[in-house]
Nanobody, 117 residues
Framework: QVELVESGGGLVQAGGSLRLSCAGSGRTFGTTTMGWFRQAPGKEREFVARISWIGGTTYYADSVKGRFTISRDNAKNTLYLQMNSLKPEDTAVYYC??????????WGQGTQVTVSS
């Protein structure tokens, strides 16, 4: 069982930066692939980035590649998403998720990111 709580969202101007955090609990956190997703109003939830539990291999959606960086600190059971050069189209609720058994099994409650133009 993994419980996830996101924080760090807010309102920022276009071109600005935010860092999201996701605090995890549960003894499996350090051995779980973690990811970030987002959902904009009226749109489906979409993948943003993921990071493997060992080796830190990362993968990004094309829309955020070069601007966002996913990282994790297993000692602190925390996942991060550094977001730079933010655009209005990045406005969404951002969710962290943990992968288990081949699917994204655990989700946080989400944190709102709003980018003004």
């Amino acid at each position: 069982q993994v419980e996830l709580v996101e924080s760090g969202g807010g309102l920022v101007q276009a071109g600005g930066s935010l860092r999201l955090s996701c605090a995890g609990s549960g003894r499996t956190f350090g051995t779980t692939t973690m990811g970030w997703f987002r959902q904009a109003p009226g749109k489906e939830r979409e993948f943003v980035a993921r990071i493997s539990w060992i080796g830190g291999t990362t993968y990004y959606a094309d829309s955020v590649k070069g601007r966002f960086t996913i990282s994790r600190d297993n000692a602190k059971n925390t996942l991060y998403l550094q977001m730079n050069s933010l655009k209005p189209e990045d406005t969404a609720v951002y969710y962290c998720a943990a992968r288990q058994g081949g699917s994204w099994s655990y989700w946080g409650q989400g944190t709102q990111v709003t980018v003004s133009s």
